[in-house]
């Protein structure tokens, strides 16, 4: 049996306060009852920076910023603890040099009625934070590509429906054309019907696009030759009242891509920025090497290239930043827009293994990025 007096305890007790006091997982302060620290140990250099005699003497409030401590969150977490005797909670505090850091306390009362000691137990919780925040972030791309692929499939069988009815159409208009009746209104009238069996067809290929049925033909390139070999026609789409610009950032690794789709990606995404400009403002074309969330689900980061479009006009309104991409989706007036611009963007993106990502242009308008996995050399 062990009794208080056993020395064995003693020496174990012993032990324990000595590990205790040496513990750098958590932070160990000890807080009169105004809230001055008069103990603490050596957890307290490992998360807030300071030694452990910089730390006696001086105020809880030093942990805090000084916004929350302002606002008393240091005196109301201690008067609860007081209160209640144990409290627990999430709370941003503040390292020697300034830093935040999302906190877990908890907080017990320990003395006595005339001599009130609080002893509080701080862990950095900022890394389990992050690593939560990417998993749900994680989850919320891997969810809209689901819901975007779900709509592929459907999409994708319906292209081709098109497609073999847009074929028949068009072969007949062909044996038609080939009889030369002579009749200068009949050939006019099929030559609309041709036109519009054409355009029917560019339809039914970024429909195609989108469900990622296409053939792509990816070649390791590198953006910058991709982006200087089709300048010219980029400039074109946008116009003369339509100021360029093209930053890609110096020696960025190659990617993986169809040629042909991505620059059909970018005409899409610059007549997207002119229409949304009316013509007049300013785009530009960037490039940056970065690392993403691998879009599967797992939390994974790798290296990507991103080629961002960005422009001045208007912006892409958050209440619809979910809907761009699904094909069909368009805000403009019947006959303006067929809603398959961007759904190519992503459908092509997505089949290269990448993804594309909306956000906000240094010039105030939308930037529309395709992200591609850096294509390394295979030796
Ligand atoms: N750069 C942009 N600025 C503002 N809105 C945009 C931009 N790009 C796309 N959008 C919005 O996304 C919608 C879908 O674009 P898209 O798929 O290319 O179809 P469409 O151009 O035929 O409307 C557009 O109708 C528009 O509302
Ligand atoms: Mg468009």
Do not use: W
């Given at each position: 049996m062990i009794t208080m007096a056993d020395p064995q305890l003693a020496v174990?007790?012993?032990?324990?306060?000595?590990?205790?006091?040496?513990?750098?997982?958590?932070?160990?302060?000890?807080?009169?009852?105004?809230g001055q620290i008069n103990a603490c140990n050596a957890g307290v250099e490992?998360?807030?920076?300071?030694?452990?005699?910089?730390?006696?003497?001086?105020?809880f409030a030093c942990l805090f910023s000084a916004a929350d401590a302002g606002r008393g969150a240091d005196r109301q977490?201690?008067?609860?603890?007081?209160?209640?005797?144990?409290?627990?909670?999430?709370?941003?505090?503040?390292?020697?040099?300034?830093?935040?850091?999302?906190?877990?306390?908890?907080?017990?009362?320990?003395?006595?009625?005339?001599?009130?000691?609080?002893?509080?137990?701080?862990?950095?919780?900022?890394?389990?934070?992050?690593?939560?925040?990417?998993?749900?972030?994680?989850?919320?791309?891997?969810?809209?590509?689901?819901?975007?692929?779900?709509?592929?499939?459907?999409?994708?069988?319906?292209?081709?429906?098109?497609?073999?009815?847009?074929?028949?159409?068009?072969?007949?208009?062909?044996?038609?054309?080939?009889?030369?009746?002579?009749?200068?209104?009949a050939r006019r009238i099929m030559d609309i019907a041709h036109r519009a069996v054409e355009r029917g067809t560019q339809l039914t290929r970024q429909m195609l696009a989108f469900g990622r049925g296409q053939t792509l033909v990816p070649q390791r390139s590198h953006v910058h030759d991709l982006v200087y070999g089709s300048l010219e026609l980029y400039r074109r789409v946008c116009g003369q009242t339509i100021q360029l610009g093209v930053e890609l950032e110096k020696d960025l690794p190659p990617i993986s891509?169809?040629?042909?789709?991505?620059?059909?990606a970018l005409l899409n995404l610059l007549s997207?920025?002119?229409?949304?400009?009316?013509?007049?403002?300013?785009?530009?074309?960037?490039?940056?090497?970065?690392?993403?969330?691998?879009?599967?689900?797992?939390?994974?980061?790798?290296?990507?290239?991103?080629?961002?479009?960005?422009?001045?006009?208007?912006?892409?309104?958050?209440?619809?930043?979910?809907?761009?991409?699904e094909p069909f989706f368009t805000t403009k007036g019947v006959g303006d827009g067929s809603g398959l611009g961007l759904s190519q963007v992503y459908g092509f993106a997505a089949q290269s293994g990448g993804t594309a990502i909306i956000g906000t242009s240094a010039l105030g308008g939308a930037a529309i990025s395709l992200c591609f996995p850096v294509a390394y050399a295979t030796a």
């Amino acid at each position: 049996m062990i009794t208080m007096a056993d020395p064995q305890l003693a020496v174990t007790e012993g032990a324990l306060a000595q590990g205790v006091m040496q513990l750098r997982s958590c932070a160990i302060l000890g807080l009169d009852g105004d809230g001055q620290i008069n103990a603490c140990n050596a957890g307290v250099e490992a998360i807030f920076g300071y030694s452990r005699d910089e730390l006696c003497g001086k105020g809880f409030a030093c942990l805090f910023s000084a916004a929350d401590a302002g606002r008393g969150a240091d005196r109301q977490v201690l008067e609860r603890a007081l209160e209640q005797n144990f409290e627990e909670m999430g709370l941003p505090m503040v390292r020697k040099d300034g830093t935040r850091f999302r906190a877990t306390l908890m907080l017990e009362q320990v003395g006595t009625a005339q001599q009130p000691q609080v002893l509080v137990v701080v862990r950095d919780i900022s890394e389990y934070f992050q690593t939560q925040k990417r998993v749900r972030e994680a989850q919320e791309i891997a969810l809209r590509a689901q819901r975007l692929d779900a709509v592929g499939k459907l999409t994708l069988g319906l292209s081709h429906d098109f497609n073999n009815l847009l074929s028949v159409i068009g072969n007949s208009l062909d044996m038609l054309a080939a009889r030369r009746t002579g009749d200068e209104s009949a050939r006019r009238i099929m030559d609309i019907a041709h036109r519009a069996v054409e355009r029917g067809t560019q339809l039914t290929r970024q429909m195609l696009a989108f469900g990622r049925g296409q053939t792509l033909v990816p070649q390791r390139s590198h953006v910058h030759d991709l982006v200087y070999g089709s300048l010219e026609l980029y400039r074109r789409v946008c116009g003369q009242t339509i100021q360029l610009g093209v930053e890609l950032e110096k020696d960025l690794p190659p990617i993986s891509v169809d040629v042909g789709q991505l620059e059909a990606a970018l005409l899409n995404l610059l007549s997207n920025s002119r229409d949304a400009m009316h013509g007049v403002g300013k785009v530009v074309l960037e490039a940056r090497k970065q690392t993403m969330l691998v879009p599967n689900g797992h939390g994974e980061e790798a290296p990507f290239v991103c080629i961002t479009v960005g422009d001045s006009g208007p912006g892409i309104q958050a209440e619809i930043q979910d809907s761009v991409f699904e094909p069909f989706f368009t805000t403009k007036g019947v006959g303006d827009g067929s809603g398959l611009g961007l759904s190519q963007v992503y459908g092509f993106a997505a089949q290269s293994g990448g993804t594309a990502i909306i956000g906000t242009s240094a010039l105030g308008g939308a930037a529309i990025s395709l992200c591609f996995p850096v294509a390394y050399a295979t030796a």
